[in-house]
């Protein structure tokens, strides 16, 4: 019987240890801002953190629908006008990552900058 208990502990402890190195829920996660202002990113460069999660807030200040796309980071979502979209990305290896309004693909151009 004691042998049985000594396995219910290890169990239990190592079910307990497993849940402390669970990755932070997505209200924990950095958050940074980028905006889509008359068919234009801003900033144009974004300093993201490389090897972590974190949240990309996306705002569109225009009067139009624009999208926020990427090849680069395998994203495409509408941004309606007035709202703006949450982004979740990472962890990135360090590096440049384009991304693009494909609605307005000349103008609406940024990157991020993993660090």
């Not at 402890?13 to 202002?37: C, M, N, V, Y």
């Not at 200040?61 to 949450?86: Q, T």
């Amino acid at each position: 019987m004691g042998r049985i208990r000594l396995v219910g502990w290890v169990v239990l402890l190592g079910a307990l240890l497993g849940f402390a190195a669970l990755p932070a829920s997505a209200d924990d996660l950095p958050i940074l801002h980028i905006t889509i202002e008359n068919a234009h990113f801003k900033p144009t460069v974004l300093q993201v953190p490389a090897g972590k999660k974190f949240k990309l807030k996306v705002l569109n200040k225009g009067p139009a629908v624009e999208e926020f796309e990427s090849s680069d980071l395998n994203r495409e979502v509408i941004v309606l006008p007035g709202r703006s979209i949450d982004v979740y990305l990472g962890p990135l290896q360090p590096g440049r990552y384009k991304v693009f309004g494909d609605f307005h693909p000349k103008t609406a151009k940024a990157e991020l900058v993993a660090k």
